[in-house]
């Protein structure tokens, strides 16, 4: 993936990964300005490309009483604004291939979730917006399989693509990295390691999905010493309050003492 196609992306000429981050879902105007404007300051000060993250509409949800969105059009519309306003770009997550040509008019990428990734049709409406692409690891999917979603990317006639790992699914409840994935999913193309939703423990007896906060750092300081390109991590300054994925979270408050460690990380990896 060519950083410099991809619109207001800021800092892609510094050696340090860059960073997809920000809240699960988008739950109000004000919440998504909040944490854009606080990522900001810590990624423009530490040099680091950033991407404003938000789902527009949750789609994957355990029970059927569980947070959606505050409404399609005017979730994208605040992810707009978020774009506008800071002059960075946008990434959201789409379900359905009609959901592609709609959310491309308002975000610079376009995310396929880890269940939808062998999803064709999906993939290729994704693929022909012109949009810069995420794919998502199925849970399910080994790194080599990966190389299939991305050939029907570039097979639709876009280069512009990314693959996320986001874990492996290991028994009924927990999630794990396989780090040896790394360098095999960058054989075909940029490589993003998806650190909060790695640490779900999913599929808990209450229907709300739960998860390890505590080894955010530990998993992202892997990831970057392996060679990861980007780095995917979700964050809120209220986690036990946000309307979705709040048990595996980092905390605003926590996100620049870690990119400030993760960056001297990769400092220390490229020199050596």
Do not use: W
């Not at 000429?13 to 606080?38: T, V």
């Amino acid at each position: 993936m060519n950083l410099d196609l991809i619109p207001k992306l800021k800092h892609t000429k510094s050696d340090n990964f860059y960073l997809l981050a920000g809240p699960c879902s988008i739950e109000g105007e004000d919440m998504a300005l909040r944490i854009a404007e606080k990522v900001l300051s810590i990624t423009d000060k530490l040099a680091i490309p950033y991407v404003f993250k938000g789902s527009f509409r949750k789609a994957n949800r355990s029970r059927i009483d569980s947070f959606t969105g505050i409404g399609d059009e005017k979730a994208l519309k605040i992810l707009r604004k978020v774009s506008e306003t800071f002059d960075v770009p946008s990434v959201t997550d789409i379900h359905e291939s009609s959901d592609a040509a709609f959310a491309a008019e308002y975000v610079d990428v376009l995310q396929i979730p880890a269940f939808l990734v062998r999803q064709t049709e999906l993939v290729v409406a994704a693929a022909k917006t012109g949009k810069v692409v995420n794919l998502k690891k199925g849970q399910f999917m080994s790194p080599e399989s990966m190389q299939h979603a991305v050939k029907k990317v570039v097979d639709s006639g876009n280069n512009q693509v990314a693959v996320t790992d986001r874990g492996t699914m290991f028994g009924y409840q927990d999630m794990i990295v396989d780090f040896r994935g790394i360098p095999t999913m960058k054989q075909f193309a940029s490589t993003i390691l998806d650190v909060t939703h790695s640490l779900q423990q999913p599929n808990q007896s209450s229907g709300v999905t739960g998860g390890r906060p505590d080894m955010i750092e530990t998993i992202a300081r892997a990831g970057v010493v392996n060679g990861v390109d980007g780095l995917f991590i979700e964050t809120h300054f209220d986690p036990a309050n946000a309307k979705s994925d709040g048990a595996n979270m980092l905390h605003l408050d926590h996100l620049e003492k870690l990119l400030g460690n993760l960056v001297a990380i990769r400092k220390t990896v490229n020199s050596l």
